[in-house]
């Protein structure tokens, strides 16, 4: 990572600054997600990627620069995977905005995962460790151990959206009307197309591309097409796959670039659901914005820029001015 000296003194620059939420003028009605704030114009939205830091269902702090790395760590990879399947991204006009096409979402993400992994509820190994073996349709067998790269090869793992999500079957996503038969093997054909490419850029970046989540919509013309988020550390797990097998023979956690690194924190800190929440530290705070921003340049092959201007919500505004709305009458 560049300076990491220098990296860190201005990351920590940022810790007053964090870009916890937003209230931009004239860009349609808003709407506050987990880490995204979604400023809707009928048939196009502006995604501004905020600094918050969510885990288990809870938003914990603000990460400085994180949003910064979120939009630019998908905007990259949008461009990566576009022979794949076609995106809804129309424009990248500021380091933390993204302006997209409205699609049909889909109501299930699709969750690809290659190794027996996580610590959230819907994870395969929480899930394989209280003695599931048929997982979202695929059957695992037994003598498995945590983290270990699954046998049979990547696996599609669907789960419904909601406040809690929970793990789905493929065909009780046909069932319930979610997608037709014809759509769900088109759907399931590509995430698993593009998590082999996921995979095999990571893998020249030395890193390992674990799980993943896609999010799909069909377009005005019925096309099927990408959206949300792709291969970023907050939709991802990436490993560092030189220390991967010497740490997995000794039972240590893989050397993560992703946010489970603060959800394994956490846990040693001894939270568990609808615990007793630990307090988050700036010194915390500044060690998961380092990770995400040696993730971005590990996988993108550039130097992370840090703004020069720490007033990032200004900035947002004068970038994003052109996608401004008439008043109304």
């Not at 988020?229 to 990436?238: A, G, I």
């Not at 703004?307 to 401004?324: C, G, H, V």
Request: aromatic share 8%.
């Amino acid at each position: 990572m560049g300076d990491s000296q220098h990296i860190e003194r201005a990351v920590r620059a940022f810790l007053p600054t964090a870009l916890e939420s937003t209230d931009l003028k004239n860009l349609g009605s808003r709407y506050v997600g987990k880490v995204r704030d979604v400023y809707s114009q009928g048939d196009r939205s502006v995604l501004v990627s905020t600094d918050r830091q969510s885990a288990f269902d809870i938003s914990w702090c603000s990460v400085p620069l994180k949003g910064q790395v979120l939009n630019q760590v998908s905007a990259w990879w949008f461009t990566q995977v576009a022979d794949v399947m076609p995106s809804h991204v129309i424009d990248v006009p500021d380091e933390n905005a993204t302006v997209v096409r409205r699609l049909d979402m889909l109501k299930v993400e699709i969750v690809v995962r290659a190794y027996l992994a996580g610590s959230t509820s819907t994870s395969a190994w929480v899930n394989y460790a209280k003695g599931t073996r048929s997982f979202c349709g695929n059957e695992l067998p037994d003598g498995l151990v945590k983290n270990q790269r699954l046998p049979m090869g990547p696996i599609l793992t669907p789960t419904t959206k909601g406040e809690h999500d929970e793990p789905i079957a493929p065909s009780e996503i046909v069932s319930r009307g979610f997608a037709t038969q014809r759509q769900w093997d088109e759907i399931a054909e590509r995430a698993l197309v593009l998590f082999r490419r996921g995979q095999e850029i990571a893998a020249r970046r030395g890193l390992i591309l674990v799980d993943t989540k896609y999010e799909m919509g069909f377009d005005s013309a019925g096309n099927l097409t990408l959206a949300d988020e792709v291969h970023t550390p907050d939709s991802s797990r990436y490993w560092i796959a030189a220390s991967y097998e010497q740490r997995l023979a000794q039972g240590l956690e893989p050397e993560s670039l992703d946010k489970e690194f603060f959800r394994l924190w956490l846990r040693d800190q001894g939270f568990e659901y609808g615990g007793p929440k630990p307090a988050i530290t700036d010194d915390v705070r500044v060690m998961l914005a380092m990770k995400y921003i040696d993730l971005f340049e590990r996988m993108t092959g550039e130097q992370f820029v840090v703004p020069k201007d720490a007033n990032i919500s200004a900035r947002l505004q004068r970038n994003l001015r052109k996608y401004e709305l008439p008043p109304s009458s």
